[in-house]
């Protein structure tokens, strides 16, 4: 069974960063593809950025593009989300994500964390 366990979120001023980890367990087949994801209150949970463990290749948001980057640690089977130039608007919960494929679609990831909070501050 696919574990993930999400840290490093928390509160911070616009224009400062983030490192977000997601730590995973139990990695098989349908968790070569990890993704972050986020959702904040009364909206729709959003794709954030997604890589594949084992092929160099990412995928990202537009709001996101050229301030968030996703990387993984194949030896510490850890997948993280370097977030810079923070805005308000990337307030939310984030969510660490497994899939088998490489997918910008929610439905597409089998294993879900807990979710970590982003707050943003103006």
């Known amino acids: 069974q696919v574990q993930l366990v999400e840290s490093g979120g928390g509160l911070v001023q616009a224009g400062g960063s983030l490192r977000l980890s997601c730590a995973v367990s139990g990695r098989t087949f349908s968790s070569s593809v990890m993704g972050w994801f986020r959702q904040a209150p009364g909206q729709e949970r959003e794709f954030v950025a997604a890589?594949?463990?084992?092929?160099?290749?990412?995928s990202y948001a537009d709001s996101v593009k050229g301030r968030f980057t996703i990387s993984t640690n194949n030896a510490k089977n850890t997948v993280y989300l370097q977030m810079n130039s923070l805005r308000p608007e990337d307030t939310a919960v984030y969510y660490c994500?497994?899939?088998?494929?490489?997918?910008?679609?929610?439905?597409?990831?089998?294993?879900w964390g807990q979710g970590t909070q982003v707050t943003v501050s103006s």
């Open positions: 994500a497994a899939a088998r494929f490489m997918t910008a679609s929610a439905s597409g990831y089998n294993y």
């Open positions: 890589i594949p463990w084992s092929v160099d290749l990412t």
